[in-house]
C-alpha cells in the first residue's frame, strides 16, 4: 500500500483522530499505530526502531485494556528484555487495543507529540513489504505508547469524554454518577463512582470497553472504537505556582 | 450501580498488593505525598512543595528554615559580615557576574537604594549632584580582598538583594535533593528552584506576573531549573508622572530605563536572580546572556513588547 493511501485510511478512520489528539495532550511523546492481525510479531523490531527517536532507556510494558494477542506480545517483548509491568502509570510502553470498523491492509505509522513520522527507513522498509505482501487485511489496531520519562502516578480530576474526536464532557471524580451517551453507532453509558470511572454497558460488538479495568489515574483512558468514544482522565494542568 | 467488571481487576489487584503487603510487613513502609508550607523569610513568602513523607517533610522545612535564616544572617542589610566563607564565596560569584555584565550588576549600589528612600521607604526624587558625590562609592572593583576579609571604602555598602535569595534557594534545594527528595520546588518571593516532576508528571508550569496587567505574562515549563524576575513594578514609587523604581543603573546612579521585566531561567538560581538585575540594567543584555549559554531570558522592553534572549525554555502566553 501507497503511504498516502495508508494515511488517507488512517485519517479517515474517526477513531484515530481522537487517539491522535489526545496523544498530543497526554504527554507520550511517541505512540505507534500497528495495524495488523499478528501485532507480536512486527512490534519488537519497529520498537526497536523508533527507540532511536527516544533516549528513554526504559523497558517496562502494560496493557491498558484487554488485548486479543496479549500472550503472544507478552512473549516476544519480553524475548527482547521487556518486562511487563502491572501499573500502567509506571510503565514505559502501554499497549492498548483498538478495533476497526472495516478490515484494513497491515501496516504502521508513528506520531509524535501529535506529529505524523515516517519511520520507514531502510530497516523497515522490508518489514512494510512484507506486512503488505503476505498479511491478510485486520481489524486489529494496536497503540504502542512511548513515555520519553517515566511518570509517577498521580490521581486525576475529571474524566473528558471525546465523541468523534470532539469532546463533549468533563465529569469531575468526585461525583458519583452514571451517564448515557448517544453516539452513531448506538449508545454507551459510564459509571463513575469513588474516583474511578469505567464502562457498565454498551452497544458494540466485541465490549472491550465494557471489559476495560476502572480507570482512575491522570492519563489512562478506555477506547471504544466502534462507537467513536473515548474517556480519558485528566488533571486541571493549572499554574504550579508563580514568579514575578 | 453496576460493580467494575471483575476478572482481570481482581487478580491485578491481588498481584499488585502481594509486594505492597511484603513490603509494609518488612515494617519500612512510608506513604509518600504532596506537602505544601509556607515560611516567612527575606520579608516574602517562600512557597515550599514537596513529594515526601510526612516525617521527612518536617525535617525538611526546619532544614530549609535554618539554611534561610543562615544566609539571612550573613547577607541582611544591616549586615556587616565581610569575612565569613559564606560572603567571601557569594562576593566572588557577585565579582564574576559585575565583570561580564559591564558593571550593570553590582553589589554595591546599597547607598543609592538608601539616597532615593527605598530603605527606610520615604521616597524622594534626590538632586543630580547628590547622586553624582554618591556615584564615588559606588562600584564592587573598589572593594579590595585582603587576608580572608573584605574592604570596602569608607561610606561602602553591600546590598545583597539581587543575588542572596536565589543562592538560598539553591543551598536549600540542593540539601533537600541530598535528603533523598525528588520532586518538588521552593519559591521565595518569586525567586523560585524547581525538580523533579510536578504532580501531572509533568515539567513545573510556573506562571509569570504581567508587568502591568493582572494575571500572566505566560506560563514557563520547566524542572531542573531555576528562574528569577526583575521589574519595575515590584518596588517603586511615582512622583509628578514618572515611575521611579529600585532597579538602579550603578553607572548611572538612576533606576534603570528601558525595561518592564526580565525573566531568566536556568541550572542555578543564583545566577538567574543576579542576571535577571544584569539584564534589565543593560542596554546590550545579548552581550551578557553569551556567556552564559545555558541560560534564557524573557524579556518585556518598556512599550510592553516581549522578547527572548539566549537559551529557549517551553514558554506559552495565557488566553
Given at each position: 500500500m501507497e503511504r498516502r493511501d495508508f494515511f488517507k485510511i488512517m485519517l479517515a478512520t474517526p477513531v484515530l483522530t481522537p487517539l491522535i489528539l489526545s496523544s498530543k495532550k497526554t504527554g507520550n511523546d511517541l505512540e505507534l499505530f500497528l495495524i495488523s492481525e499478528e501485532p507480536q510479531m512486527f512490534l519488537p523490531l519497529l520498537l526497536q526502531q523508533i527507540q532511536e527517536y527516544s533516549p528513554n532507556e526504559g523497558r517496562t510494558f502494560t496493557f491498558l485494556n484487554p488485548h486479543p494477542r496479549e500472550n503472544g506480545l507478552k512473549k516476544t517483548l519480553s524475548e527482547k528484555g521487556w518486562r511487563f509491568a502491572r501499573e500502567p502509570a509506571t510503565a514505559h510502553l502501554t499497549l492498548s487495543f483498538g478495533y476497526l470498523l472495516n478490515k484494513a491492509l497491515p501496516s504502521f505509522t508513528l506520531v509524535r507529540k501529535g506529529w505524523i513520522r515516517d519511520i520507514r527507513s531502510r530497516k523497515v522498509h522490508p518489514l512494510w513489504q512484507e506486512m503488505n505482501k503476505n498479511h491478510a487485511p485486520s481489524s486489529c489496531l494496536t497503540i504502542a505508547s512511548l513515555k520519553t520519562k517515566t511518570s509517577v502516578p498521580s490521581t486525576g480530576e475529571f474524566v473528558s469524554m471525546y465523541r468523534d474526536g470532539q469532546k463533549i464532557e468533563a465529569l469531575s471524580l468526585e461525583e458519583n454518577e452514571e451517564k448515557s451517551y448517544k453516539t452513531q453507532g448506538g449508545r454507551i453509558t459510564v459509571q463513575i463512582a469513588g474516583g474511578k470511572v469505567w464502562v457498565?454497558?454498551?452497544?458494540?460488538?466485541?465490549?472491550i470497553c465494557l471489559y476495560s479495568p476502572p480507570i482512575s489515574l491522570a492519563g489512562e483512558r478506555i477506547v471504544c472504537a466502534p462507537n467513536h468514544f473515548l474517556l480519558e482522565i485528566e488533571r486541571?494542568?493549572?499554574?504550579d505556582t508563580v514568579i514575578g | 450501580m453496576n460493580a467494575p467488571p471483575p476478572s482481570t481487576l481482581s487478580l491485578a489487584k491481588k498481584l499488585f498488593f502481594l509486594p505492597l503487603t511484603l513490603f509494609l510487613l518488612s515494617g519500612c513502609a512510608v506513604k509518600e505525598k504532596w506537602h505544601t508550607s509556607t515560611l516567612l523569610v527575606f520579608d516574602t513568602l517562600c512557597e515550599i512543595k514537596i513529594f515526601c513523607s510526612p516525617s521527612e517533610f518536617k525535617a525538611a522545612q526546619e532544614n530549609v528554615d535554618r539554611i534561610f535564616s543562615e544566609i539571612e544572617s550573613h547577607f541582611s542589610p544591616d549586615a556587616e559580615d565581610y569575612s565569613s566563607s559564606m560572603v567571601l564565596d557569594l562576593y566572588r560569584r557577585a565579582l564574576q557576574v559585575f565583570t561580564d555584565s559591564g558593571g550593570c550588576?553590582?553589589?554595591?549600589v546599597a547607598p543609592l537604594s538608601r539616597l532615593w528612600g527605598f530603605l527606610s521607604k520615604s521616597y524622594v526624587v534626590p538632586a543630580h549632584e547628590q547622586i553624582q558625590s554618591i556615584l564615588e562609592r559606588i562600584?564592587?572593583?573598589?572593594i579590595k580582598e585582603e587576608k580572608g576579609t573584605l574592604i570596602l571604602l569608607p561610606g561602602m555598602k553591600l546590598d545583597w538583594g539581587a543575588i542572596a535569595k536565589g543562592f538560598a534557594i539553591d543551598l536549600a534545594s540542593r540539601s533537600l535533593i541530598e535528603r533523598g527528595i525528588s520532586r518538588g520546588f521552593i519559591n521565595a518571593g518569586g525567586d523560585l528552584y524547581c525538580w523533579g516532576q510536578n504532580p501531572d508528571s509533568q515539567d513545573w508550569n510556573i506562571g509569570i506576573k504581567h508587568p502591568r496587567q493582572s494575571g500572566f505574562l505566560g506560563i514557563i515549563s520547566i524542572s531542573e531549573q531555576g528562574a528569577a524576575t526583575t521589574g519595575d513594578y515590584q518596588r517603586y514609587f511615582i512622583k509628578e508622572d514618572v515611575r521611579y523604581h529600585h532597579v538602579f543603573d550603578p553607572r548611572t546612579g538612576y533606576p534603570a530605563e528601558g525595561k518592564q521585566s526580565v525573566t531568566v531561567c536556568g541550572p542555578e538560581t543564583l545566577l538567574c536572580d543576579a542576571l535577571s538585575t544584569a539584564l534589565f540594567v543593560s542596554k546590550r543584555p545579548e552581550r551578557i546572556m553569551e556567556k552564559y549559554p545555558d541560560y534564557g531570558a524573557i524579556i518585556v522592553d518598556s512599550e510592553g513588547n516581549l522578547s527572548f534572549l539566549g537559551k529557549i525554555f517551553p514558554f506559552h502566553t495565557v488566553d
Open positions: 457498565t454497558e454498551s452497544s458494540c460488538r466485541h465490549k486541571s494542568s493549572s499554574i | 550588576f553590582d553589589i554595591t562600584g564592587v572593583e573598589k
